[in-house]
């Protein structure tokens, strides 16, 4: 009923930037909050960045400063703006939303199907 397409990911120099999209599709009566989250290779799954439907954000320690989470919902899109990467950044990047489907119904959580980034040299 409800997916989620990611895109943006790929391989970049330490320095560099990348933009994550997360387009939400389906039956979608609300979206509550919007998040990313990554997983390393041998690490769990982690919190990078969320953002509130009223446009409240917040953010890792470790992405303080660098990552911008934004999001459009007139296209039910959220977007993270990575700016001078790391090489600890380098995870799978996945998405995640709370949905509603109906205006009576409780919310359920979402996951995109995440997008590589690697940051090498």
């Known amino acids: 009923q409800v997916q989620l397409v990611e895109s943006g990911g790929g391989l970049v120099q330490p320095g560099g930037s990348l933009r994550l999209s997360c387009a939400a599709s389906?039956?979608?009566?609300?979206?509550?909050?919007m998040s990313w989250y990554r997983q390393a290779p041998g690490k769990q799954r982690d919190l990078v960045a969320s953002?509130?439907?009223?446009?409240?954000?917040n953010y890792a320690d470790s992405v303080k400063g660098r990552f911008t989470i934004s999001r459009d919902n007139t296209k039910n899109t959220v977007y993270l703006q990575m700016n001078s990467l790391k090489p600890e950044d380098t995870a799978v990047y996945y998405c995640?939303?709370?949905?509603?489907?109906?205006?009576?119904?409780?919310?359920?959580?979402?996951w995109g199907q995440g997008t590589q980034v690697t940051v090498s040299s």
């Open positions: 995640h939303c709370n949905v509603a489907q109906t205006r009576w119904g409780v919310t359920y959580g979402y």
């Open positions: 389906g039956s979608i009566f609300r979206i509550d909050a």
């Open positions: 953002i509130i439907s009223g446009g409240g954000t």
